[in-house]
């Protein structure tokens, strides 16, 4: 991990003084210079990275009334602390108020920083979300074919890139999109409220996320990611609502995030059949830490169904679920190639689910029909111990591919109370080869317990991965702009 420490916090308050005040002589009068220095305030927050320049939405033009479109004023904002990349970087912050906006995209070694009651509301005019073409590892948009609509707050080919606040808001106003996607009316696909691609270290904390168009937050052919502290609600039927998607991602830390939503908590994928095959990428050497989850349609965590770049290490713990349809999903099809292996889960704490274990070999969306019949995902190496669960209607239900079974299965120390109008059979399997330990009800036959003799706890791994040797610094402003 190579997060740059050449910024500390002394040298930020030294040299930060000085250039506000140069910003400001730059950008404003002396009347209202006066009046802001004496509304100055200080800011702190834990980030990355900190900067040495900032700036404020409003000193480009920027208006919080809700209704006028700031997306020029964004993008000139950010424009122009992009000339402080190589000089310590820049900040901007987002006062309280109501900033609507349409997509801007932001740059390296810089840091978004909302106030608490800032709130940017997405625009609904959908030529504020320039086309952008489908991604290579999906070769085609999900919800049409042609590109997609540029992310909300987009980012490309980027380093060193915070986003955060005091809890502040970003509301997709989602509801204008679902509608014309159940019409129809969409010619490209929906845009996601945070989208970073081919970047390495970022950042994306204390937040809270509302009502996104369709996915919440999306790193795609990306590495050293963090999100952390987010808190993320959609209306449970919303269509596709996910709300992290790491995708073809590597070192990756999601921890004490609370979502709500009408898909998937957090949907861990690498690109779609043929497309994904051939680019390649993996999803790999990802932790999810302390997830709350809501989901009644989805799961807590899905891994896949777009898994063609496979998907390996992957390390969750501290999971609660509530009214949830499954925990940690496996989805995958004939087509898809790759592999989802080496996962690990302990200490899951769920409250009435359909099914605690869903493994899916079957789910069939594809891009186009010239995948590869014989490209057969490898499944091997899923391990689950410590979970509680309560009212549940399936204890599990598992279904590999016939011909290529999912093996190496593994689940201990699990106690399912079943709900009172729970289905006959706990547990429905095919396709699958493994052991359990210490499991009630007691499994199918194929995934036999061990007995009494003969006590396994399935595998958590001990070693330390490089993201989680991330530390955060204590960033420190003297800000003019409160
Ligand atoms: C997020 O906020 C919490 C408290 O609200 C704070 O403890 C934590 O340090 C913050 N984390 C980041 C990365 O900003
Ligand atoms: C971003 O990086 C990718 C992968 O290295 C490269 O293919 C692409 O051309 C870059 N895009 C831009 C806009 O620089
Ligand atoms: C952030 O705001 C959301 C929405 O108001 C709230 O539910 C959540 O508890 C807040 N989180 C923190 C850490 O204050
Ligand atoms: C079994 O799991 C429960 C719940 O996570 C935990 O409290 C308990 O310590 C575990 N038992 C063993 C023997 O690990
Ligand atoms: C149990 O689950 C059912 C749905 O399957 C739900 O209607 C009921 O309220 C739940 N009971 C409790 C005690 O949570």
Same mark, same amino acid.
């Given at each position: 991990?190579?997060?740059?420490?050449?910024?500390?916090?002394?040298?930020? =308050? !030294?040299?930060?003084?000085?250039?506000?005040?140069?910003?400001?002589?730059?950008?404003?009068?002396?009347?209202?210079?006066?009046?802001?220095?004496?509304?100055?305030?200080?800011?702190?927050?834990?980030?990355?990275?900190?900067?040495?320049?900032?700036?404020?939405?409003?000193?480009?033009?920027?208006?919080?009334?809700?209704? &006028?479109?700031?997306?020029?004023?964004?993008?000139?904002?950010?424009?122009?602390?992009?000339?402080?990349?190589?000089?310590?970087?820049?900040?901007?912050?987002?006062?309280?108020? !109501?900033?609507?906006?349409?997509?801007?995209?932001? *740059?390296?070694?810089? *840091?978004?920083?909302?106030?608490?009651?800032?709130?940017?509301?997405?625009?609904?005019?959908?030529?504020?979300?320039?086309?952008? !073409?489908?991604?290579?590892?999906?070769?085609?948009?999900?919800?049409?074919?042609?590109?997609?609509?540029?992310?909300?707050?987009?980012?490309?080919?980027?380093?060193?890139?915070?986003?955060?606040?005091?809890?502040?808001?970003?509301?997709?106003?989602?509801?204008?999109?679902?509608?014309?996607?159940?019409?129809?009316?969409?010619?490209?696909?929906?845009?996601?409220?945070?989208?970073?691609?081919?970047?390495?270290?970022?950042?994306?904390?204390?937040? #809270?996320?509302?009502?996104?168009?369709?996915?919440?937050?999306?790193?795609?052919?990306?590495?050293? /990611?963090?999100?952390?502290?987010?808190? =993320?609600?959609?209306?449970?039927?919303?269509?596709?609502?996910?709300? /992290?998607?790491?995708?073809?991602? #590597?070192?990756?830390?999601?921890?004490?995030?609370?979502?709500?939503?009408?898909?998937?908590?957090? @949907?861990?994928?690498?690109?779609?059949?043929?497309?994904?095959?051939?680019?390649?990428?993996?999803?790999?050497?990802? =932790?999810?830490?302390?997830?709350?989850?809501?989901?009644?349609?989805?799961? @807590?965590?899905?891994?896949?169904?777009?898994?063609?770049?496979?998907?390996?290490?992957?390390? @969750?713990?501290?999971?609660?679920?509530?009214?949830?349809?499954?925990?940690?999903?496996?989805? &995958?099809?004939?087509?898809?190639?790759?592999?989802?292996?080496?996962?690990?889960?302990?200490?899951?704490?769920?409250? *009435?689910? $359909?099914?605690?274990?869903?493994?899916?070999?079957?789910? $069939?969306?594809?891009?186009?029909?010239?995948?590869?019949?014989?490209?057969?995902?490898? =499944?091997?190496? /899923?391990?689950?111990?410590?979970?509680?669960?309560?009212?549940?209607?399936?204890?599990?239900?598992?279904?590999?591919?016939?011909?290529?079974?999912?093996?190496? /299965?593994?689940?201990?120390?699990?106690?399912?109370?079943?709900?009172?109008?729970?289905?006959?059979?706990?547990?429905?399997?095919?396709?699958?080869?493994?052991?359990?330990?210490?499991?009630?009800?007691?499994?199918?036959?194929?995934?036999?317990?061990?007995?009494?003799?003969?006590?396994?706890?399935?595998?958590?791994?001990?070693? #330390?991965?490089?993201?989680?040797?991330?530390?955060? !610094?204590?960033?420190?402003?003297?800000?003019?702009?409160?």
């Amino acid at each position: 991990m190579e997060f740059s420490r050449r910024h500390v916090r002394a040298q930020v =308050i !030294k040299t930060v003084s000085v250039l506000v005040v140069v910003a400001l002589l730059s950008l404003r009068g002396a009347e209202s210079r006066r009046a802001r220095i004496q509304q100055g305030g200080s800011l702190e927050y834990k980030a990355i990275s900190c900067r040495s320049h900032s700036a404020s939405l409003t000193d480009f033009g920027g208006v919080a009334d809700g209704k &006028t479109s700031n997306t020029k004023a964004f993008q000139a904002a950010i424009d122009k602390l992009s000339q402080y990349a190589s000089d310590g970087g820049a900040q901007l912050y987002i006062p309280a108020g !109501k900033w609507l906006t349409g997509s801007f995209s932001l *740059t390296s070694h810089f *840091t978004l920083y909302l106030h608490k009651d800032a709130v940017l509301l997405a625009s609904q005019d959908m030529n504020e979300f320039p086309a952008l !073409k489908p991604l290579p590892s999906y070769g085609r948009g999900r919800d049409a074919a042609a590109g997609r609509y540029t992310s909300l707050i987009f980012g490309t080919n980027l380093t060193d890139v915070v986003v955060t606040g005091d809890n502040g808001t970003i509301d997709g106003q989602g509801a204008f999109w679902w509608q014309n996607f159940h019409r129809g009316k969409l010619k490209y696909t929906r845009p996601y409220l945070i989208e970073l691609m081919f970047s390495d270290q970022v950042q994306i904390s204390n937040l #809270t996320l509302l009502n996104s168009p369709s996915w919440n937050v999306h790193p795609v052919y990306s590495s050293n /990611i963090l999100v952390q502290g987010i808190t =993320i609600i959609a209306p449970v039927k919303s269509p596709n609502t996910d709300g /992290i998607n790491p995708d073809s991602c #590597t070192n990756v830390r999601i921890e004490d995030c609370y979502i709500v939503s009408g898909d998937d908590c957090i @949907a861990v994928k690498s690109g779609w059949d043929e497309y994904g095959i051939a680019f390649g990428w993996p999803t790999k050497q990802l =932790i999810i830490r302390r997830l709350t989850c809501i989901s009644p349609y989805s799961a @807590a965590i899905a891994l896949g169904s777009e898994m063609s770049g496979g998907i390996q290490d992957v390390r @969750a713990e501290d999971i609660v679920a509530i009214q949830t349809e499954s925990a940690v999903r496996i989805k &995958t099809a004939i087509g898809r190639g790759a592999y989802v292996k080496d996962i690990y889960v302990k200490r899951m704490s769920l409250h *009435t689910m $359909k099914w605690v274990f869903l493994m899916s070999g079957n789910y $069939k969306a594809h891009p186009d029909n010239k995948y590869d019949p014989n490209a057969l995902p490898v =499944i091997q190496g /899923i391990n689950y111990r410590d979970v509680v669960a309560e009212n549940v209607t399936v204890a599990g239900r598992l279904e590999g591919i016939s011909g290529d079974p999912f093996t190496g /299965i593994c689940m201990s120390n699990v106690t399912i109370g079943m709900a009172s109008k729970a289905k006959k059979m706990s547990w429905r399997c095919s396709d699958v080869a493994g052991i359990t330990s210490g499991v009630t009800p007691p499994p199918c036959d194929l995934l036999a317990d061990q007995g009494p003799k003969k006590v396994t706890t399935c595998d958590f791994p001990e070693d #330390t991965l490089p993201i989680d040797m991330v530390e955060f !610094k204590q960033c420190s402003y003297r800000m003019s702009y409160v």
